[in-house]
């Protein structure tokens, strides 16, 4: 969910500094599914609104909260002492316990 957030942060800041505030969500769906995050979670993750709203033609603006939240994710990206935890590409596979019996 990590990278879901800072994505979605990110993609919605980029937009705004190109002067365009308000993104539609079939864009956000997009830029999602591009990043291999679009899930249920994700979803409900998004209609929580945290850091963003979204207007009643569903469109996502970037509020105050998102803007530092995507600030910081873009410093963090830049800076080579910060470890990038959160990406998914950097994630190795852990293999799964044995399954328990159901009684």
């Avoid at 998004?46 to 803007?67: S, V, Y």
Wanted: charged share 35%; glycine share 6%; proline share 4%.
């Amino acid at each position: 969910m990590e990278y879901v957030r800072r994505l979605t942060y990110l993609f919605l800041y980029a937009y705004e500094l190109h002067g365009r505030a308000w993104v539609p969500q079939t864009q956000v769906f997009a830029i999602l599914k591009e990043g291999k995050v679009l899930d249920a979670n994700a979803r409900f993750w998004l209609k929580k609104k945290n850091g963003c709203r979204i207007d009643g033609e569903d469109r996502f603006q970037l509020l105050e909260a998102g803007r530092e939240e995507a600030k910081k994710a873009l410093a963090d990206a830049i800076d080579a002492n910060v470890p990038d935890d959160w990406n998914p590409d950097k994630k190795t596979a852990q293999k799964r316990g044995p399954r328990k019996k159901k009684a």
